[in-house]
Structure formats: C-alpha cells, structure tokens
C-alpha cells in the first residue's frame, strides 16, 4: 500500500457506527451554514510530507475544524494555534490552514490523527480508538524510514503513540512512559531509534486558560527540530 492508497481507502470507512453517524449528521446540519463550501464530513487522512521526519499526532478531527474542511487541523481555533507555531518553528510553509486549497504546505512533517473521524465531544471511545488503530498503524509502517520524531499532542494520543509503536515492534518501556508537556522517550526499533515527544493539545480548553502558551509550544517544537536534526 501507497500513502496515497491509504488516503483513499481510509476516506470511504465505516467501522465505527456511531463515528459515522456523529460526522454524517454535523456535517448534515451545518452544511448550509457554510453553503460556498463542500463540506467533508468523511474520515481524515494523514497529510504532509510523504517523508516526514516529525510526524505530528493528534487525537481526532474537531466536527467543524477538519470534519469540514477535510484537511487535519484545518479550519478551526486550534489549527490556527498549531500552524502558527509550526511556522514559527519553519514546518509549516504559512501561519494559517484555512481550507484544503489554501497553499499551506508541511515542511519535513506530516501530521495524522489516532482516531480518524470526529467525535461527541471530541471524545472517542477505547473501542472506536481500538477500531481505527489499523489506519494509524500502516501510515506509521509507510513512513518509519524517515520519522525520527513524532510529536504527541495530548495524553490520548501519548497513549495511542506508545501502543502503536509497541505494535510495530518497538521496545517501549513498561510502565508506559507518563505523558507531559515536553516529556521526552526514546524507542529503538526496526526502523531505528524514534523519539517521542509529548506536548499539550493545542484545543481552546488549554489555549484560552493558558495551559498552553505559544512560548510553550514553540519550546517543544524547537526541540522537536533539534532531536529531528533539523
Ligand atoms: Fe473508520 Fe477510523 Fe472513522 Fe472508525 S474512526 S469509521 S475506523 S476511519
């Protein structure tokens, strides 16, 4: 499988009932709201380069952010956050991710979701996580030649990180490694040593309260770079 066979088989899945539902109606209901432009309502691919060496996980798409543009990370207050720190950090090609056809471009990075359509309440259960870990699974096998970095964003995907790799067969430590802002492990495995880098979700419940400040970020994705070789 190409990563490209893999955006097109992954768009059309249906696993989880209750996902396809969630999506489906959202993007029922708000498709007038934003009648000048298609609405996705679909599962999200990986996006990015096709060989990354940060790959950045996330937990799911937000219903209006990527579940509406059909790009990850696009079209909603915490992309704004996020892409504007990967520019800052020279991952990004331009500060904002407005819609699928704005120029944006990934630089050295690709960005993918542990869970790949949108959650109520941006909460996916431990089965739809379970379902879905297949997709996450072979986009991790298509670019461990060149990942040397994945960035976490949040606990669930730490957690959905370190299981994945467990499964790719990379010697991650038991106990799990605990996650925080800026923790740091190291796995060896087939493709070689990766690291894993831990960092607050960027979604508004941190940004507004100030859990996660830009310099907070910028700190992670600076040393995101350094342990990259960027
Ligand atoms: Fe398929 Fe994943 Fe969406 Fe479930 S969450 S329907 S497994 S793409």
Redesign the pocket.
């Known amino acids: 499988t190409s990563l490209e066979e893999l955006t097109a088989r ?2 059309v ?5 209750r ?2 539902t969630w ?1 489906e109606d959202v993007a029922e209901a708000k498709r007038a709201s934003y009648s000048s432009e298609p609405y996705w309502g ?3 691919a990986g996006w990015g380069a096709p060989d990354p060496a940060v790959l950045v996980l996330g937990l ?1 798409p937000a219903a209006h952010g990527g579940n509406r543009t059909g790009r990850i990370f696009t079209g909603d207050r915490s992309g704004d956050w996020l892409f504007a720190a990967l520019h800052r950090a020279g991952l990004a090609a331009q500060a904002t991710s407005v819609h699928a056809g704005d120029g944006q471009r990934l630089l050295h990075t690709r960005m993918v979701a542990a ?3 949108a ?1 109520p309440a941006n909460k ?1 259960t431990t089965e ?2 379970d ?5 996450l699974d072979r986009e991790l096998a298509l670019v461990a030649p060149s990942v040397r970095v994945v960035v976490c964003l949040g606990s669930f995907a730490w957690e959905a990180g370190l299981k994945a790799y467990r499964r790719q067969g990379y010697d991650v430590p038991r106990p799990k490694p605990r996650f925080g802002h800026g923790a740091e492990v190291l796995l060896t495995g087939p493709a070689g040593p990766l690291h894993l880098v831990g960092s607050y979700h960027p979604s508004q419940q941190n940004t507004f309260t100030g859990t996660l400040t830009e310099p907070m970020l910028d700190a992670v994705l600076l040393r995101v770079r350094e342990l990259a070789g960027l």
């Open positions: 992954v768009s899945c249906r696993a989880c009932p996902l396809v999506r679909r599962p999200i799911a869970v790949r359509c959650p996916p739809e996580r379902t879905c870990a297949p997709w």
